[in-house]
């Protein structure tokens, strides 16, 4: 440790630290601009000059390198003098239109000014003037001549979200931050620029002129996408959310959240919202009131109760649901007497006796030596993970990858095993051997006769490390039929290697809808039943094989869709409005399996009533005993025990044997992954996310043999065929699919018609007409 005097007061930092970070330590604020804890050192703004003694001048603290001995004043004449006349640069060009600036009330320039501007300017010439710039939905360039060239949102790009989108041009006073030419910002994390912009150059473009900072109310909130549970603040006036921003927890998301996690809450005042009960009658939906659709919807299940048996009766649930949704709806259908309740509709297949989670606490993540990612395309299914990762691998670890796409991570990858979905557990296979090599195993019986590739032994290579390793499996890997056998392999392999096992979890709520029960040995949809309660759930969007799904419920006599918004009316029977997470109190279990709470930040849109509450209501009319519940903490309690941290009672350990499989897929193949902003019905609906690159409707993609040998080319349009359904599509071609597979997204209304999301594909050229 490096002891430096710093306003009369000692300090130790490690050496390397600059001045800055030991002003941090003793909690001494130096103005400053461009720098950020979480960003290299730039040095451009030289707002945090501060005097050094025996410096022949002010130096600063951001890039100044400790030395024992060092003494610092920040605040001393010189220093001070130094930091004003930093200020007068800065405010020469700076626009004079704070009462219209959406940054006015937190804008950094606007605060420093007060105690280091002058009260008049002596420049008299023309302010400069900046084009504005165009950089797509959510970030708004509209107000650039604002910018102080800080380079905080270049240097994001670069070292944070991994492409660089914004650059500088020019010299001097000429400077200016622009995009790319035809450009637009595209990365999923891009909206964290706009916290990290000192002034009002980059603001967000749904919210912007929308409300004056100190009209906000602020209240902590939970996201409820992912499965990180990043922590959020939620920005409301007259009852509305206006803006979403992070609230910094650096265990969790640190100090930054997904565009996902920001800009969804515009779905919240969505056309779709479901505001009042409504019954179908004669084929017509009408509006109801509470009392008459709860008692329809009672009277209805102990009617099918009576007639074919509590076995013909199923609640289906997503894993964006809150906990005590789910143990409600679980307690509620295990009280009628029936066992199929779960949140895994996307799930064909399950191994038996695990409750995954991500096997590690998040922030040790970042701090990984090696990892497989196995199924998972990490940039769009967990954006902060892949935060996460990418410094890992700047700081040199090794990543390998298995799948059937070579997505762009922007991150490095070392080792790559592309392969089609149905030939997954064959490259595992081959890993199992490679590393049964390495260690000086055996493999396991059944290997014998397989031989590893130059990747499956480049990626055993690098797990045989002493520490630091996990194997993590991603959304894919639960989507797929073959999961059990998946994770025997991935077990088998993290086991010999001394790696972590882990999960990536799909949803907000994955690992609490295993802990409070809401799981079924019968896979959701494969058996039809009599009755369906669908909580948050769209299955035409949502379930792993949408046609087994739709016919299902479409032959059932009696299906209620408690939801947010209006869905399924053509299947459904009754509509009950349920609370979005703004509008209700609840429980996220987070991936590290971290139990978070939160409370409503708004009232619920006209009749909207919290889910708890409609099913505790629904219970009690179901005449089930333990239904008596004041508030949803009476609920967790039951359901968790007070617990905040429940990673003692999750396990990835199957303890199943290595089954080995041998490629050979010689059908075509269906990749059917979840596009970013279609995962769930709150993302879905936002129209800021649906104008984004990532927004757009699915193509079918596919491999350029195949697209030669079909004779199609990217824009044209092709049939896509799956079960008893065909779409037409525009294609588009990857050169880095796997052979034999055709990329076709799930959970989006263009593709619902098709069937299971990994399986047997036929693809055509379309018909000019199509």
């Known amino acids: 440790m490096v002891e430096i005097e710093l306003d009369g007061k000692k300090v130790e930092v490690p050496p390397g630290s600059m001045v800055m970070d030991a002003a941090n330590k003793l909690g001494t604020y130096i103005p400053h601009f461009c720098y950020h804890k979480k960003l290299s050192i ?37 220093a001070v003098h130094a930091q004003k006349s930093v200020m007068e640069f800065l405010l020469i060009n700076h626009p004079l239109d704070c009462p219209i600036c959406d940054q006015g009330g937190e804008c950094q320039l606007q605060d420093l000014a007060v105690g280091y501007g002058g009260s008049k300017s002596r ?70 620029m706009i916290d990290l912009c000192p002034v009002g150059a980059l603001t967000s473009k749904p919210f912007r002129y929308s409300a004056r900072t100190w009209e906000l109310s602020r209240r902590k909130s939970v996201s409820p996408h992912d499965g990180l549970g990043a922590n959020l603040i939620v920005q409301v006036k007259g009852g509305k959310v206006k803006r979403v921003l992070p609230l910094e927890n650096e265990d969790i998301n640190e100090c930054w959240i997904s565009d996902k996690d920001r800009f969804s809450y515009e779905a919240l005042d969505s056309a779709e919202r479901l505001s009042v009960p409504m019954i179908k009658q004669d084929n017509q939906w009408i509006e109801t009131d509470w009392q008459t659709a709860i008692e329809y919807v009672a009277h209805g299940l102990r009617n099918i109760r009576h007639e074919h ?56 993540v970042g701090k990984l030596k090696r990892a497989l990612i196995i199924g998972s395309n990490l940039r769009k299914d967990h954006p902060l993970l892949a935060v996460r990762l990418r410094a890992a691998v700047k700081a040199g670890a090794k990543l390998s990858l298995l799948g059937a796409a070579d997505d762009e991570q922007l991150i490095r990858i070392d080792n790559k095993l592309i392969a089609a979905p149905s030939d997954w557990l064959a ?100 058996a039809p039943k009599k009755a369906y ?40 029977d009754v509509l009950l409005p349920i609370a979005p997470f703004a509008e209700t109190a609840g429980t996220f279990v987070n991936c590290e399996g971290k139990a978070q709470s939160f409370n409503g930040t708004v009232k619920p849109l006209g009749e909207t009533r919290p889910a708890w509450k409609v099913l505790r209501v629904l219970g009690n009319l179901l005449g089930l005993s333990g239904f008596e519940y004041e508030t949803a903490e009476d609920i967790r309690q039951e359901a968790f025990g007070g617990a905040g941290d429940l990673s003692a009672k999750l396990s990835n350990t199957a303890g199943q044997t290595p089954v080995a499989a041998r490629a050979g897929a010689a059908t075509l193949q269906r990749l059917g992954d979840v596009p970013i902003h279609f995962a769930d019905a709150l993302a879905r609906r936002a129209e800021p996310l649906l104008r984004t690159a990532d927004g757009q409707a699915p193509k079918a993609v596919l491999p350029a043999a195949l697209a030669a040998q079909l004779g199609v080319q990217a824009g044209q349009k092709v049939k896509v065929v799956q079960g008893s359904g065909a779409v037409v599509l525009e294609a588009a071609i990857d050169a880095g699919l796997a052979a034999n597979t055709v990329r076709v997204a799930a959970a989006h209304a263009s593709t619902a018609a098709l069937g299971a999301m990994f399986g047997p594909i036929s693809v055509e050229k379309a018909g000019e007409g199509a």
């Open 42 to 78: 730039a040095a451009n703004c030289r707002m945090c000059l501060v005097e050094v003694e025996k410096a022949p001048k002010p130096l600063p603290a951001c890039a100044t390198p400790v030395a024992a001995g060092m003494v610092v004043k920040t605040h001393s004449d010189k």
């Open 123 to 192: 420049y008299q010439e023309e302010k400069r003037v900046v084009a504005p710039k165009e950089a797509g939905p959510l970030i708004s360039m509209q107000e650039m001549s604002r910018c102080i060239q800080c380079t905080r949102c270049v240097r994001f790009g670069q070292e944070v979200a991994g492409v660089m989108e914004l650059g500088m041009l020019g010299r001097g006073e000429h400077s200016e931050i622009t995009a790319f030419v035809g450009k637009t910002v595209d990365s999923e994390v891009s909206g964290n």
């Open 309 to 364: 048996g509590a076995d013909k009766i199923a609640g289906y649930a997503t894993g964006h649901a809150t906990a005590e949704e789910l143990y409600l709806l679980q307690k509620m259908v295990r009280g009628l007497g029936s066992s199929h309740v779960d949140f895994r509709l996307r799930s064909a297949d399950a191994p038996a006796g695990i409750t995954p989670w991500l096997g590690m606490p998040i922030a040790e």
């Open 427 to 526: 490259a595992l296979s081959e890993v199992v051997v490679a590393v049964a090599a390495v260690k000086g195993v055996a493999a396991p019986a059944g290997f014998e006769g397989i031989s590893a590739s130059p990747a499956a032994q480049a990626i055993a290579a690098s797990l045989n490390t002493e520490e630091g390793a996990a194997v993590l499996l991603g959304n894919s890997v639960t989507h797929h039929a073959d999961w059990s056998r998946l994770h025997a392999a991935a077990e088998w392999i993290a086991a010999q290697t001394g790696a972590k096992l882990g999960y990536l979890t799909e949803a907000a709520n994955t690992v609490g809808g295993y802990l409070v029960g809401a799981t079924d040995s019968e896979v959701p949809f494969s």
């Open 533 to 572: 309660v669908l909580l948050h759930a769209e299955p035409e969007l949502d379930a792993h094989n949408p046609q087994q799904a739709l016919a299902a419920l479409q032959g059932a006599d009696m299906v209620v869709a408690m939801s947010a918004f209006k869905h399924g009316m053509d299947y459904a």
